[in-house]
């Protein structure tokens, strides 16, 4: 048997249904990931591969072919889960009360178990080294990935792939997308410092809800004047928090924010104004504005000659009309930028929806669910892009 066959016959579907499933009835978020990471090694350590945990915080970092330094192929999946109630009624529904794997990372971390327990199989055919990340706080506000490169992990890496579930694409079916693919995400919390007073006398407080509510208006107003219309750009407010009963004036409120473009002088530009709003709307109703900066994403720009021998790959196992290529860059970010900072890589989205299970529910929502035959779709387009590219790109 081929190592094409053996590696195939490998990727066990069930194992990694097992293993998502479990996954997503304990979810875990950011860093406090102690099930999630117990469940990694126990399942590299039933297949024999090794790992390390001293790269960032909270993350596995596997090997295969360790003694190979000819080329080293990165994969990486994230762990982390959302802070969201799940209403799906299933078997598998979270046990773990205001925590949801709500955007797939239980299925990225199934399918890179899946990838690693069929390559373990024929490691001795395999003319490469491989390196498998299982990243921590992909969601959260300090940034798994960062960290984990500031650690040197892309030292010894030559190129890195991930995926994506997405709902936007019928399962069976992926989407790829060269060069610029994903926003840059800038998080930052907006602090409005006033004055208490009686809310039958607001002339003697200084309102810091008011202060707020016109901030959001002016940002709102900005986008819409000064940004062109045909330039991306789109600003979330999250979450918007001030005051505590009905008849104190508010002396303190927080928004937190998250804008996502995708050029650097968009983001300037737009945080430039966001702080000039601020200072103005607080200096003239006699109050204090602050600007925190929380977290800042690079764009994924994907590297275009792995992006295609990626799509040649994916059109190997799932079909030439199936390995999709993307118009139009995403909106979302995603942290694995910050691999590509150092090395090149490539990011591509494993199609899970499937109307006739109703399964159609976006990213992020509580009812988001996927049709797990995705799983081996990813741990094959995975398989067969180390295969073909195993002794160079």
């Not at 707020?212 to 928090?241: A, H």
């Not at 970010?333 to 159609?360: C, L």
């Amino acid at each position: 048997m081929d190592i094409q066959k053996k590696a195939f016959s490998g990727i066990d579907k069930e194992y990694m249904i097992k293993i998502r499933r479990r996954l997503h009835m304990y979810p875990e978020t950011g860093f406090d990931l102690p099930k999630t990471l117990e469940l990694v090694r126990q399942e590299l350590g039933n297949m024999g591969v090794e790992y390390t945990e001293k790269y960032g915080k909270s993350s596995i970092v596997a090997t295969i072919n360790a003694h190979k330094t000819n080329m080293t192929i990165g994969i990486r999946a994230d762990m982390d889960a959302l802070p969201v109630d799940e209403i799906n009624e299933v078997e598998y529904k979270s046990r773990h009360e205001g925590k949801m794997h709500a955007c797939g990372h239980d299925a990225h971390t199934a399918i890179l178990l899946g990838t690693i327990k069929a390559l373990a199989a024929v490691r001795d055919q395999i003319d490469c080294r491989l390196v498998f990340l299982f990243q921590p706080s992909e969601e959260g506000m300090s940034s798994g990935a960062r960290l984990m490169a500031e650690d040197g992990v892309m030292d010894d890496i030559d190129f890195i792939v991930a995926c994506h579930m997405d709902n936007n694409y019928d399962v069976g079916t992926a989407g790829f997308r060269a060069g610029y693919a994903m926003a840059a995400d800038t998080a930052f919390t907006i602090e409005l410092f006033g004055r208490s007073g009686h809310a039958a006398q607001p002339h003697t407080a200084v309102d810091t809800i008011a202060m707020g509510v016109k901030i959001y208006t002016d940002i709102q107003f900005m986008l819409t004047r000064e940004i062109n219309p045909l330039e991306p750009c789109t600003l979330n407010v999250g979450s918007f928090i001030g005051g505590s009963t009905n008849n104190v004036v508010a002396d303190y409120c927080r928004l937190v924010c998250s804008l996502r473009t995708q050029s650097p002088e968009t983001q300037e530009y737009v945080m430039k104004r966001i702080n000039q709003i601020v200072k103005n709307t607080a200096q003239e109703a006699g109050g204090r504005g602050e600007i925190h900066q929380n977290k800042y994403l690079p764009p994924v720009i994907n590297d275009k000659h792995l992006t295609d021998k990626l799509i040649a790959s994916a059109q190997k196992v799932l079909g030439k009309d199936n390995a999709i290529i993307m118009e139009n860059p995403k909106m979302i970010s995603e942290d694995f930028a910050y691999y590509q900072t150092k090395k090149p890589g490539s990011f591509f989205f494993v199609g899970s929806r499937n109307e006739d299970k109703g399964i159609v529910s976006m990213l992020h929502r509580n009812n988001w669910n996927i049709d797990e035959d995705a799983l081996e779709c990813g741990a094959r387009v995975f398989i067969q892009f180390i295969l073909d590219n195993m002794k160079g790109l």
